[in-house]
């Protein structure tokens, strides 16, 4: 357990609920030595400045080839960044450009349009604001609302479930990729107040996979 005591050092907190889920779920002992050393990860990609820009991000990468996503977020990014700061002329000019997914584009749209009739500024986006667009706009679930808290929140109540490094994690800890049980065990982990602890480590688990 030498990552504990190093995190006790900095942040006891932390360290205090990883031995907590780590008593509760004693499955996960023998992979301490993929313990996250933060709660809170820095933002691994590139053009990812904000909470805007982080929801729109998923939505461009969510079930879609990584790469494809990424020369789609090359096409995206220049129009929603916050130069603009203005949501009518975002929402104008990913009608006009003819080089975006026209799913996503609905999506994006979709998005925007739910900002601006609700007073909802591009800086003034929150949590709970991604907790509404998820309500109201189809394209935005819960993979989506878990994602922007990992990054954008030191929240515990979500656990990304549907994320594809999940599955392959859960399947190695429980021998079962069903939706069922994975959703299941993430209410669980999330009502004990540990849904960052194991989503991180459940995910952490599909690395050691060759």
């Known amino acids: 357990m030498e990552r504990i005591a190093i995190i006790s050092e900095y942040d006891p907190v ?34 990812v400045n904000n909470l805007f ?13 990584f790469s494809y996503a990424l020369d789609q977020w090359e096409i995206l990014y220049p129009i929603i960044s916050s130069s603009y700061r203005n949501l009518p002329t975002v929402i104008e000019k990913l009608r006009q450009n003819d080089k975006i997914q026209n799913k996503k584009r609905t999506t994006y749209i979709a ?31 819960d993979g989506c609302v878990a994602w922007c808290k990992r990054y954008y929140s030191d929240e515990d109540d979500w656990v990304e479930y549907s994320d594809g490094y999940f599955v392959t994690g859960f399947e190695i800890m429980y021998g079962t990729k069903s939706a069922t049980a994975r959703k299941k065990k993430a209410t669980e982990w999330i ?3 540990y849904g960052r602890i194991s989503s991180l480590m459940v995910m952490a688990l599909s690395y050691t996979v060759k």
Request: charged share 15%; with cysteine.
């Open 111 to 141: 998005i925007c349009e739910f900002m601006h009739q609700n007073g909802i500024s591009m800086d003034g986006i929150s949590i709970q604001t991604i907790e509404q667009i998820k309500a109201n706009v189809i394209g935005v679930g």
């Open 53 to 65: 820009e982080g929801l729109m991000f998923y939505v461009c990468c969510a079930g879609v080839r």
């Open 14 to 47: 932390w360290a205090s609920k990883i031995i907590s889920f780590f008593n509760d779920y004693p499955e996960f002992v023998n992979y301490a030595y993929l313990i996250p050393l933060m709660r809170a990860e820095p933002m691994p990609y590139k053009n």
């Open 191 to 193: 009502s004990k107040g």
